[in-house]
Structures are given as C-alpha cells and as structure tokens.
C-alpha cells in the first residue's frame, strides 16, 4: 500500500475484500509487476485515490462469489483481462470489452493485486479460466502483458506470415510480442537499449536485432534490415522516441500499434502525422484484450507455440514489492518479475 506517490510503500494488514453481487474474490497466488503499477506509484494516472494498493496482472483460486455470479464458483483457477468490462455498454455488447465505456481495472480503479486477496467485478464477464497444466506464476501475466500483446500483434496488427515486423522496447510486452510475431511466421526485428533484452529476443525468436545505443536512428536500421519497411510496428514501450520512431520505420501502407503507454502532462504525443499521410499508413492503439477472445491465445499456448511461461524470470515476496516497484523506473530490466504474496 502507499499513501503518497512516489514515497516508498508498505506492507499492511487491511480489511479483507468482500465481493460485490456480480463479483468474485480471488485468493491471489501471483501476480506480476508492470511499468502501469510503476506509473500509478508515480501519480501518472488520474484514476488511482490514497491510500492505495498496486497490482493488475494476477491469477489465483475463486474464493468467495457474488450472489448474482452464475459462471464461476469458490475453487476456481482464473486470471482475468487488466481491463474488467461491465458487460452492458455499447462497447460491450459489441463484443469489445477492451473499451468498456464502464470499466474497472484492478490496481487503478480499486484496490488491485499485490495484496492476498483482490476483489474483481462483474466476474461473468471478465474471469478466464486458467488451464490446469499452467502455473500461476505464468497465468498472472495474460492479463495484461501478454494479452496486450498478442491484441496489438494478432487482432489490431493483423500479422500474417512472412511479413517484417517491428518491435520497439523489448520489455515484458515487447518480449511477448516478439514471441507471438515469430510464431505467426513473421520475420521480427526487435530494438532495444540492453543487450539482455535483445539477448532474450533472439531467444523468443527475433530474426534481427536493432541495439539503439550503436545507430543513430533506428528508424533507418529497421528500413535498412526489412528491405524497405516494416509491415507492422509496435511501440511497445511507449515514449515519444519510440512511437515516432516505429511509425518512421514502416514501409508503404505499414501497420503501427501504439501498446506502450505514453502518459504526458498534456495528454499528448508528437507523431509524424505527414509520413502517415504519404504512404497510407495506419496508426492503431491496443488497449488490453477482452477475455472471451482468450481462447485462440489459449490454444497456442497449449500447443507449444506460445510459452508464456518462458517469459517469467524472477519471482519474489510481498515483502519484496514496494522496492521492486521503485526500481521499475530506473531500471526495468529484462524479463518479468512476479509477486506470490503467499511467499512461496
Ligand atoms: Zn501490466
Ligand atoms: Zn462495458
């Protein structure tokens, strides 16, 4: 919990969550750590209020259920999409609960994950069953940086095999999207500041490799390495540098996807609007992924194509959190860590 941004967290006892009619609570048996948890620390979101408690990308066992939940019950594995739909407003009858004009996400709206128990709404809508043979260290991070991903690759991107594709900022979304990318049969250049994270890249596929400390402009080397352009491009970061430099790096009638969050003091970004008109390009902006179509990344991860689990590479205790919080900042690190409260 922390009662002001930026100021180190604690370690809290509090009341436990109780759930709503249409809610569930979750026993949380992991749950990751994201650079969203960090910029909430930091007071970049208008939707958190103190004192408050982080954590949006969790997977657990159902541990009490609201009166008017009919799809779930106490015992359950489940994760479940950062962005809870209502299930009832436009977007949502619609089929897109990724923009729910209602939502709630945990760890922003409410008191989120890094804690034992979360509470989480409208759970008929938004709960995803976890797959017996996964491990909850690996599930808590469909949530929302793998399923952020696999939208901003497969649904909003459109990848198709034998494309270029570009991903800028290998973190824990740009790692997966380098992974889901390559296993659509797209040939992926990954650009990054670290070694490691290009290390990793290569590991999860990528077939080129872009260090930006050694170019002057990775625009340029993405151009020069695709034979003109990328197909499709992901921010995958989200920094002014980044996303121009992922729409300036497409080829003619080129795909970019913003992923990475750009929060700025006036809400918005420079982006090279001329380029876009010029060769036809598309800017896209992915926002999570709503969870009835988990399924199809479902089926890939269960046959090998996808291995989630191969992007977890530290897990830690509660107690360990609040500096694992304050470091994402300044050092984000290749690879994802994961929290299990119950220190196991
Ligand atoms: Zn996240
Ligand atoms: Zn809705």
New binding site residues.
């Given amino acids: 919990m922390f009662e002001r941004y930026g100021e180190p967290a604690g370690v809290r006892e509090v009341p436990d969550p109780r759930p709503a009619g249409h809610g569930v609570v979750v026993r949380v048996e992991a749950t ?1 750590l ?4 960090w910029h909430g620390w930091m007071g970049h979101d208008p939707d958190i209020t103190l004192p408050h408690v982080p954590g ?2 969790l997977a657990g066992v159902v541990e009490a259920v609201g009166e008017r939940v009919t799809g779930w019950r106490a015992g359950d594995r489940v994760t479940v999409p ?1 962005v809870c739909a209502c299930g009832t407003c436009p977007s949502c009858a619609a089929g897109d609960q990724q923009v729910c004009e209602r939502q709630t996400q945990p760890g922003f709206h409410h008191w989120g994950s890094f804690a034992e128990y979360v509470a989480l709404d409208h759970a008929d809508v938004n709960l995803v069953a976890v797959p017996d043979d996964m491990d909850y260290a690996t599930a808590a991070g469909l ?3 793998f399923a ?1 991903a696999f939208r901003a690759v497969v649904q909003q991107g459109r990848v198709a095999a034998g494309e270029w594709v570009a991903v800028h900022g290998c973190g ?1 979304v740009g790692l997966s999207a380098v992974m889901i990318a390559a296993a659509c049969g797209a040939r992926v250049v990954a650009v990054d500041v670290s070694p490691h994270a290009l290390a990793l890249a290569r590991k999860f596929g990528a077939a080129e490799c872009v260090d930006a400390t050694g170019v002057t402009d990775t625009a340029v080397a993405v151009r020069e390495l695709t034979g003109g352009g990328a197909h499709l491009s992901l921010d995958a970061l989200g920094s002014p540098a980044t996303c121009a430099a992922s729409v300036d790096g497409l080829r003619r009638r080129g795909r970019h996807v913003q992923a990475g969050l750009l929060p700025s003091p006036d809400g918005t970004t420079p982006v090279p609007l001329a380029r876009a008109i010029a060769l036809e390009l598309e800017l896209l902006g992915s926002h999570g992924m709503a969870a009835h179509t988990y399924p199809a990344m479902l089926r890939m991860v269960r046959s090998g194509a996808l291995r989630p689990d191969l992007l977890v590479t530290s897990t830690i205790t509660l107690d360990a959190a609040p500096a694992a919080l304050a470091a994402m900042g300044t050092a984000p690190g290749a690879g994802v860590t994961v929290i299990e409260p119950w220190g196991r």
């Fill in positions: 990751g994201c650079r969203s948890d949006h990308e950062f949530g929302c940086r952020t824990g």
